[in-house]
């Protein structure tokens, strides 16, 4: 078993149960304490669980006449780990500061679990739903999104004009001005030719669309994109990125998401190629950018300010059921580190 296979039943459990034992989780799991222990620091350090002599619980969990008034609210994600759990925990606290308890789906990308966690959560009797379907809403979610028959919030994720999720209230990230920023960054490092790196994810396109409007707007050539394939770049993918460098047709790099960068990285140092002598890199998510050498200059996502809004927008609904939807839109940041250098 994986370890975010691991992750996901070590959550489920401890939303479903209230607190479990590790002893009982060793079991369930087949794993040894060890390990166990080395998931549950990473999902505690994540204010996912509570650790407890001998065991974990649920972050705040509520005495039993609390627990059956307060608002329950459901939470469905692509993933508990990479990237969304900081997500969850903006959500969670804000949740717990507003006084409701948040319930946790997890359908691992693919299109069926989304239905399935969802119909659980309802079920179970959520009030409201944040959801981030495994990827952008179009027509094909349009019954699902209309038969729900309590109120959603999109997060992280953008519905087309007029599309069946257009009408819901959403929160997230403003990915094309994220790209705008670190390409940005670039250009006002002198470089002019400045290409991307991405693999297809529902965020591509927004990130996609804030690069190719930075190239516009500040003049520079456009030398294409670059894909990665969804294990990662492959030699010939690699080879390719590499030969541009070479060959001067690209200075900088817009890497789309970190976890390719730092993988990039090490390929292209097998290769010769210097960061940030021969190239600059910048990297989206900030996830593990840091941990890069170099350490990669990154664009950062508000995540956890992402999950707190969804958790205001839901109750707002909630409580006044006509007012007018939102779509907020949060602005990241760029942490400018050792990756990114002047063109010579």
Same mark, same amino acid.
């Given at each position: 078993?994986?370890?975010?296979?691991?992750? !996901?039943?070590?959550?489920?459990?401890?939303?479903?149960?209230?607190?479990?034992?590790?002893?009982?989780?060793?079991?369930?799991?087949?794993?040894?304490?060890?390990?166990?222990?080395?998931?549950?620091?990473?999902?505690?350090?994540?204010?996912?669980?509570?650790?407890?002599?001998?065991?974990?619980?649920?972050?705040?969990?509520?005495?039993?006449?609390?627990?059956?008034?307060?608002?329950?609210?459901?939470?469905?994600?692509?993933?508990?780990?990479?990237?969304?759990?900081?997500?969850?925990?903006?959500?969670?606290? !804000?949740?717990?500061?507003?006084?409701?308890?948040?319930?946790?789906?997890?359908?691992?990308?693919?299109? !069926?679990?989304?239905?399935?966690?969802?119909?659980?959560?309802?079920?179970?009797?959520?009030?409201?739903?944040?959801?981030?379907?495994?990827?952008?809403?179009?027509?094909?979610?349009?019954?699902?999104?209309?038969?729900?028959?309590?109120?959603?919030?999109?997060?992280?994720?953008?519905?087309?004009?007029?599309?069946?999720?257009?009408?819901?209230?959403?929160?997230?990230?403003?990915?094309?001005?994220?790209?705008?920023?670190?390409?940005?960054?670039?250009?006002?490092?002198?470089?002019?030719?400045?290409?991307?790196?991405?693999?297809?994810?529902?965020?591509?396109?927004?990130?996609?669309?804030?690069?190719?409007?930075?190239?516009?707007?500040?003049?520079?050539?456009?030398?294409? !994109?670059?894909?990665?394939?969804?294990?990662?770049?492959?030699?010939?993918?690699?080879?390719?990125?590499?030969?541009?460098?070479?060959?001067?047709?690209?200075?900088?790099?817009?890497?789309?998401?970190?976890?390719?960068?730092?993988?990039?990285?090490?390929?292209?140092?097998?290769?010769?190629?210097?960061?940030?002598?021969?190239?600059?890199?910048?990297?989206?998510?900030?996830?593990?950018?840091?941990?890069?050498?170099?350490?990669?200059?990154?664009?950062?996502?508000?995540?956890?300010?992402?999950?707190?809004?969804?958790?205001?927008?839901?109750?707002?609904?909630?409580?006044?059921?006509?007012?007018?939807?939102?779509?907020?839109?949060?602005?990241?940041?760029?942490?400018?580190?050792?990756?990114?250098?002047?063109?010579?």
């Amino acid at each position: 078993m994986f370890a975010e296979e691991r992750h !996901e039943v070590i959550l489920r459990e401890v939303r479903e149960r209230g607190s479990v034992r590790l002893a009982d989780l060793v079991d369930r799991l087949g794993v040894s304490m060890v390990t166990l222990r080395r998931d549950v620091e990473f999902l505690a350090g994540r204010g996912l669980v509570n650790r407890v002599h001998g065991g974990i619980t649920r972050p705040a969990v509520l005495p039993d006449v609390m627990a059956q008034e307060a608002l329950t609210i459901g939470m469905l994600v692509p993933s508990a780990t990479y990237y969304y759990p900081n997500v969850i925990k903006g959500a969670r606290q !804000e949740a717990e500061r507003l006084g409701a308890r948040l319930v946790l789906g997890v359908s691992r990308y693919d299109d !069926e679990e989304d239905r399935k966690q969802v119909r659980q959560l309802i079920d179970g009797g959520v009030e409201g739903l944040l959801l981030t379907p495994s990827r952008q809403p179009d027509e094909s979610h349009a019954s699902w999104l209309a038969g729900l028959g309590v109120p959603a919030v999109l997060v992280e994720r953008r519905a087309s004009l007029g599309g069946p999720a257009s009408l819901l209230d959403a929160a997230a990230s403003h990915h094309a001005h994220g790209a705008f920023l670190g390409v940005r960054h670039l250009a006002e490092l002198g470089h002019r030719r400045v290409a991307m790196v991405t693999r297809n994810s529902p965020t591509a396109p927004r990130v996609r669309h804030g690069f190719l409007a930075a190239v516009r707007d500040l003049g520079l050539s456009d030398p294409g !994109e670059f894909g990665i394939e969804q294990e990662g770049p492959s030699p010939s993918q690699v080879e390719a990125v590499v030969s541009a460098i070479r060959s001067g047709a690209v200075t900088g790099l817009l890497v789309h998401n970190d976890e390719d960068a730092l993988l990039l990285v090490q390929h292209l140092r097998i290769a010769g190629v210097r960061i940030p002598v021969d190239v600059s890199i910048v990297a989206y998510d900030d996830e593990v950018a840091a941990l890069s050498d170099p350490a990669l200059t990154a664009v950062a996502p508000p995540k956890s300010a992402v999950g707190r809004a969804a958790v205001t927008l839901l109750l707002r609904r909630l409580e006044h059921p006509d007012l007018p939807g939102q779509h907020l839109a949060l602005l990241p940041q760029l942490r400018i580190r050792s990756s990114t250098a002047p063109h010579p």
